[in-house]
């Protein structure tokens, strides 16, 4: 059964930065699709970053600018670079690679 090793997640103060950490098997990481999602409380699973296998890296709108998500070939990872955070960025995020789910890691943040 392929895991995905999430990492990263915690209480943050408003302004603050976060970086997510999602380790894969090179089996799935190499030429797949792989991004970042989250869920609120109440609220439905949205996209938060997606890089594709080929073409354009997308961020949710509410993102953009704060939000950078990266991949480390040689490490089969993938990370989100979350800076300015801010209260409604509290949410589970997921980690989505090759089609598998990472088990979710909590974001909190507030002051």
């Known amino acids: 059964q392929v895991q995905l090793v999430e990492s990263g997640g915690g209480l943050v103060q408003p302004g603050g930065s976060l970086t997510l950490s999602c380790a894969a098997p090179?089996?799935?990481?190499?030429?797949?699709?792989m991004g970042w999602y989250r869920q609120a409380p109440g609220k439905e699973r949205e996209l938060v970053a997606f890089i594709p296998s080929s073409g354009r890296t997308n961020y949710a709108d509410s993102v953009k600018g704060r939000f950078t998500i990266s991949r480390d070939n040689a490490k089969n990872t993938e990370y989100l670079q979350m800076n300015s955070l801010k209260p409604e960025d509290t949410a589970v995020y997921y980690c989505?690679?090759?089609?598998?789910w990472g088990p979710g890691t909590q974001v909190t943040v507030s002051s």
């Open positions: 989505y690679i090759g089609g598998f």
């Open positions: 090179g089996s799935i990481f190499s030429g797949n699709g």
